[in-house]
């Protein structure tokens, strides 16, 4: 599986913003997928997942209420609806899969290359 992330921008606070990930490969419907963060300087942190039928979502406290993550099977594409954003959710946001994953980052397969959010105050 091979993904790749899009629809990172620059944003006011407040503001919203979609991530989407596209996907390659057959199985797709059988990863669970993933979003995480990354601030410069920091760890790699947990956003949202999904399981492969999208009956379970999965989210970080710090995005629990703003963020929703969703699929669509047919497309290959996960995607990331983040409103309410806030300067401190300005990071590089990752895509990734996994076949038993969850909510931890070592749990995940395949990674994407990064889409970059910039949140203004």
């Known amino acids: 599986v091979q993904v790749a992330e899009s629809g990172g921008g620059l944003v006011q606070a407040g503001g919203s913003l979609r991530l989407s990930c596209a996907a390659s490969?057959?199985?797709?419907?059988?990863?669970?997928m993933g979003w995480f963060l990354q601030a410069p300087g920091k760890e790699r942190e947990f956003v949202a997942a999904?399981?492969?039928?999208?009956?379970?979502?999965y989210y970080g406290d710090s995005v629990k209420g703003r963020f929703t993550i969703s699929r669509d099977n047919a497309k290959n594409t996960v995607y990331l609806q983040m409103n309410s954003l806030k300067p401190e959710d300005t990071a590089v946001y990752y895509c990734?899969?996994?076949?038993?994953?969850?909510?931890?980052?070592?749990?995940?397969?395949?990674w994407g290359q990064g889409t970059q959010v910039t949140v203004s105050s």
């Open positions: 990734a899969a996994g076949l038993r994953a969850a909510i931890n980052k070592y749990d995940y397969d395949y």
């Open positions: 490969g057959r199985t797709f419907s059988s990863y669970t």
């Open positions: 999904i399981s492969w039928s999208g009956g379970r979502t």
